[in-house]
Nanobody, 115 residues
């Protein structure tokens, strides 16, 4: 079973920052585009940001200018730098790896933005 392992979640005050990490097996990381999704209680899972194997990125409008997605191909790890966090960013954040023939998910990491 493929394991995508997220880390870096936690409790932060509004305006603060967190960096999430997602580690994947090399065989998966090198063949797949990667992304971050989030799901708040009572809401559907939504795309936050994604990055192709070549490094092209796109973001949800709600996080543009505040979040940055990146990938380190040497470490088989993807990151999400989250700045200027808002209470509405509170959610479980999931790592995703996908291609035309595969789709993998991590277990999720909780991010709570609260004073």
């Amino acid at each position: 079973q493929v394991q995508l392992v997220e880390s870096g979640g936690g409790l932060v005050q509004p305006g603060g920052s967190l960096r999430l990490s997602c580690a994947a097996p090399g065989s998966i990381f090198s063949r797949n585009a990667m992304g971050w999704y989030r799901q708040a209680p009572g809401n559907q899972r939504e795309l936050v940001a994604r990055i192709t194997r070549g490094g092209s990125t796109n973001y949800a409008d709600s996080v543009k200018g505040r979040f940055t997605i990146s990938r380190d191909n040497a470490k088989n790890t993807m990151y999400l730098q989250m700045n200027s966090l808002k209470p509405e960013d509170t959610a479980v954040y999931y790592c995703n790896a996908w291609s035309s023939t595969s789709n993998y998910w991590g277990q999720g990491t909780q991010v709570t933005v609260s004073s």
